[in-house]
Nanobody
Framework: QIQLVESGGGLVQAGGSLRLSCAASGRTFSEEVVGWFRQAPGQEREFVATISPSGTTTFYGNSVKGRFSITRDNAKSTVYLQMNSLKPEDTAVYYC???????????????WGQGTQVTVSS
């Protein structure tokens, strides 16, 4: 069992930055792939980024590549999403998720957090 809690969302102007955190509890967190997804009103959940258990392998969605960075600190059981050069279209609820065999597929993840709202004003 893994519990996930996101934090760090908020309101930011276009071009600004935010860092999201995903704090986890559960013995196997350091052994699991962790992903970030986002969902805007009326849209499907979108893949943002994912990171391997060791942190050495990462993948990004095309819309955030080059602007967002995912990292993890297994000693703190936390995964981070650094978001730079934010755009209004990045506005969404951001979720972290853990344990999957298919890294970019939302429905393949077993555990989810409650989400944190990110709003980017123009």
């Amino acid at each position: 069992q893994i519990q996930l809690v996101e934090s760090g969302g908020g309101l930011v102007q276009a071009g600004g930055s935010l860092r999201l955190s995903c704090a986890a509890s559960g013995r196997t967190f350091s052994e699991e792939v962790v992903g970030w997804f986002r969902q805007a009103p009326g849209q499907e959940r979108e893949f943002v980024a994912t990171i391997s258990p060791s942190g050495t392998t990462t993948f990004y969605g095309n819309s955030v590549k080059g602007r967002f960075s995912i990292t993890r600190d297994n000693a703190k059981s936390t995964v981070y999403l650094q978001m730079n050069s934010l755009k209004p279209e990045d506005t969404a609820v951001y979720y972290c998720a853990a344990e999957t065999q298919e890294w970019a597929v939302p429905n393949a993840y077993r555990y989810w957090g409650q989400g944190t709202q990110v709003t980017v004003s123009s």
